[in-house]
């Protein structure tokens, strides 16, 4: 599986940013939980969100709660993270993952696959 993440860039604190992942590969994308993690500059990376793949589950971080919301198109074999009122403790690269399994985790070891990652800057 290879994914490819897009829609990072610069915006002001409050502003909304929409991420997306695209999949491709021998497989089946909707046989993937897929999830969001970040990683800020000097820090681990941490989970954001994740989806099981047929939308029943999600997850997210307590830090993004009610502000991002995750989202899969199986059909188009794309994942989103839709990002509102973004706040300059967001900046980092997000990067997307892919779990051979149909059931949500928050820690990094549970995914198999790893996007390049796209960088979100929030200007205060």
């Known amino acids: 599986v290879q994914l490819v993440e897009s829609g990072g860039g610069l915006v002001q604190a409050g502003g909304s940013l929409r991420l997306s992942c695209a999949a491709s590969?021998?497989?089946?994308?909707?046989?993937?939980?897929m999830g969001w993690f970040r990683q800020a500059p000097g820090k681990e990376r941490e989970f954001v969100a994740a989806?099981?793949?047929?939308?029943?589950?999600?997850d997210y971080a307590d830090s993004v709660k009610g502000r991002f919301t995750i989202s899969r198109d199986n059909a188009k074999n794309t994942v989103y993270l839709q990002m509102n009122s973004l706040k300059p403790e967001d900046t980092a690269i997000y990067y997307c993952?892919?779990?051979?399994?149909?059931?949500?985790?928050?820690?990094?070891?549970?995914?198999?696959?790893w996007g390049q990652g796209t960088l979100v800057t929030v200007s205060s």
């Open positions: 989806v099981s793949w047929g939308l029943s589950t999600t």
């Open positions: 993952a892919a779990r051979s399994s149909t059931y949500v985790r928050s820690w990094s070891g549970a995914y198999d696959y």
């Open positions: 590969g021998r497989t089946l994308f909707s046989n993937y939980a």
